[in-house]
């Protein structure tokens, strides 16, 4: 059964940094990709940053390329959403899913969902 579990939202202020968790369970990172998604109310669920085991580079949103990283740690079946110089924008409940063959990095690709974890950025 596929499970995850996402970590490490807060209160930052503007120019900060979070990182969060998603543990995962059920399957490997070789086998499936992983995203992690945000969602803000009255807006659809926004992908962030994709990983997969085909392509050789993340996709990242413009709005966070160049501030936030993802990376795993395979041994702990774990991947991070470093986030860097945060802003009011990034506000939002962030969300880490896996997907056997996702075409691409929008919600609506990935079947297997972690429960939200909300960063609130102040200005």
């Known amino acids: 059964e596929v499970q995850l579990q996402a970590s490490g939202g807060g209160l930052v202020q503007t120019g900060g940094s979070l990182r969060l968790s998603c543990a995962a369970s059920?399957?490997?990172?070789?086998?499936?990709?992983i995203g992690w998604f945000r969602q803000v109310p009255g807006k659809e669920r926004e992908g962030v940053s994709c990983l997969s085991s085909s392509e050789s580079i993340p996709y990242y949103a413009i709005s966070v390329k160049g501030r936030f990283t993802i990376f795993t740690d395979n041994a702990k079946n774990t991947v991070y959403l470093q986030m860097n110089s945060l802003k009011p924008d990034d506000t939002a409940v962030y969300y880490c899913?896996?997907?056997?063959?996702?075409?691409?990095?929008?919600?609506?690709?990935?079947?297997?969902w972690g429960q939200g974890t909300l960063v609130t950025v102040s200005s």
């Open positions: 899913a896996a997907d056997f063959l996702p075409t691409s990095c929008t919600a609506n690709e990935f079947d297997y």
């Open positions: 059920g399957f490997t990172f070789d086998d499936y990709a």
